[in-house]
């Protein structure tokens, strides 16, 4: 959630934006088989994809934060979602969970650092792919080690995945619609004209306050703090990403959902106005993400106390 001049990564999606199922299919494979990914053949067969679509497949998996990068393991968030048993929403059914996907994967400052780099660090609302690369480019020979800095082609797909994931693309067929990526749903990317774009910071109406709630909590945890300036929730500081940004939020549509959050929740939240204008979100009581998490999918969004 920090960006470091040492943990970046590019290039690892195989030129593959995530596709509709594959975050689902893949979950549920490597439920049956734990040592899917350890073998490519036997995981084309399994995921019915080639080679480089198995690799494209574990990295989604690992960059939303849904299985270890490490061991491959699910992650205690991957199991809430999508175990194939208890998930609460193993097919990307609820927008809420497409929302959350999103913050989980343009938080990753480590292994999808140009998601986050676009998200927390690049306000531009129209750009071109070029102009987007050439942004890009000058962020990596400000702040990351030359060692780490990948080769310009890397860079070019980089960009294109993204705007792959996040962009509708236009004038396709019903068949070619299923190529999208569950996250342009969202309406964070459009298409502008021919390889133009537009990302604005808007109301998000379809934004559950649970979920920018869950990664208000998750950004206190990681700062190891109780007490956070709205400033900084609203814009990045510090190299820390922030819920505003990356849910390209307008700052009255920010305020709104995080005045109901608070209003839903007074035992635990409290906003409030210091001395020179400075407003700032306490939290009161310990509160877990997942357990805010838990209170929206059991859409018992009043009482967070109801859900175990």
Same mark, same amino acid.
């Given at each position: 959630?920090?960006?470091?001049?040492?943990?970046?990564? %590019?290039?690892?999606?195989?030129?593959? #934006?995530?596709?509709?199922?594959?975050?689902?299919?893949? *979950?549920?494979? =490597?439920?049956?088989?734990?040592?899917?990914?350890?073998?490519?053949?036997?995981? /084309?067969?399994?995921?019915?994809?080639?080679?480089?679509?198995?690799?494209?497949?574990?990295?989604?998996?690992?960059?939303?934060?849904?299985?270890?990068?490490? /061991?491959?393991?699910?992650?205690?968030?991957?199991? $809430?979602?999508?175990?194939?048993?208890?998930?609460?929403?193993? *097919?990307?059914?609820?927008?809420?969970?497409?929302? =959350?996907? #999103?913050?989980?994967?343009?938080?990753?400052?480590?292994?999808?650092?140009?998601?986050?780099? %676009?998200?927390?660090?690049?306000? @531009?609302?129209?750009?071109?792919?070029?102009?987007? !690369?050439?942004?890009?480019?000058?962020?990596?020979?400000?702040?990351?080690?030359?060692?780490?800095?990948?080769?310009?082609? /890397? &860079? @070019?797909?980089?960009?294109?995945?993204? /705007? !792959?994931? $996040?962009?509708?693309?236009?004038?396709?067929?019903?068949?070619?619609?299923?190529?999208?990526?569950? =996250?342009?749903?969202?309406?964070?990317?459009?298409? #502008?004209? @021919?390889?133009?774009?537009?990302?604005?910071?808007?109301?998000?109406?379809? =934004?559950?306050?649970?979920?920018?709630?869950?990664?208000?909590?998750?950004?206190?945890?990681?700062?190891?703090?109780?007490?956070?300036?709205?400033?900084?929730?609203?814009?990045?500081?510090?190299?820390?990403?922030?819920? +505003?940004?990356? %849910? !390209?939020?307008?700052?009255?549509?920010?305020?709104?959902?995080?005045?109901?959050?608070?209003?839903?929740?007074?035992?635990?939240?409290?906003?409030?106005?210091?001395?020179? +204008?400075?407003?700032?979100?306490? &939290?009161?009581?310990?509160?877990?993400?997942?357990?805010?998490?838990?209170? $929206?999918?059991?859409?018992?969004?009043? @009482?967070?106390?109801?859900?175990?």
């Amino acid at each position: 959630m920090k960006f470091s001049a040492n943990n970046v990564a %590019f290039g690892r999606h195989e030129t593959f #934006h995530l596709r509709f199922a594959w975050l689902s299919k893949g *979950f549920s494979a =490597l439920q049956k088989d734990q040592t899917l990914f350890e073998n490519p053949d036997k995981a /084309t067969v399994t995921l019915g994809v080639g080679k480089n679509m198995v690799s494209a497949i574990r990295y989604w998996l690992r960059a939303t934060q849904l299985i270890d990068v490490k /061991t491959d393991e699910p992650t205690e968030i991957g199991n $809430y979602i999508f175990d194939t048993k208890k998930g609460v929403d193993p *097919f990307l059914e609820d927008q809420g969970t497409l929302w =959350l996907i #999103h913050w989980l994967l343009a938080t990753n400052t480590e292994l999808s650092t140009t998601i986050a780099w %676009f998200f927390n660090k690049y306000h @531009k609302t129209n750009f071109d792919q070029n102009e987007l !690369r050439a942004a890009l480019s000058n962020f990596l020979q400000d702040e990351v080690k030359s060692t780490k800095r990948p080769a310009g082609s /890397t &860079l @070019k797909n980089d960009v294109s995945v993204i /705007t !792959r994931l $996040y962009a509708k693309t236009q004038g396709i067929s019903v068949a070619e619609d299923a190529l999208d990526s569950p =996250l342009s749903e969202l309406g964070l990317m459009s298409e #502008h004209g @021919k390889s133009s774009y537009i990302s604005t910071f808007e109301s998000r109406d379809d =934004l559950p306050y649970q979920i920018l709630g869950f990664a208000i909590l998750q950004l206190m945890a990681e700062r190891e703090t109780k007490i956070v300036p709205i400033e900084e929730l609203i814009h990045s500081a510090e190299d820390f990403v922030s819920p +505003g940004s990356v %849910f !390209r939020l307008s700052e009255s549509s920010f305020m709104l959902k995080l005045e109901e959050l608070v209003r839903q929740n007074p035992n635990h939240f409290q906003l409030r106005e210091e001395t020179a +204008g400075l407003r700032q979100l306490f &939290l009161l009581e310990p509160l877990t993400d997942l357990k805010l998490l838990k209170a $929206y999918y059991a859409e018992d969004t009043t @009482k967070v106390e109801a859900a175990a």
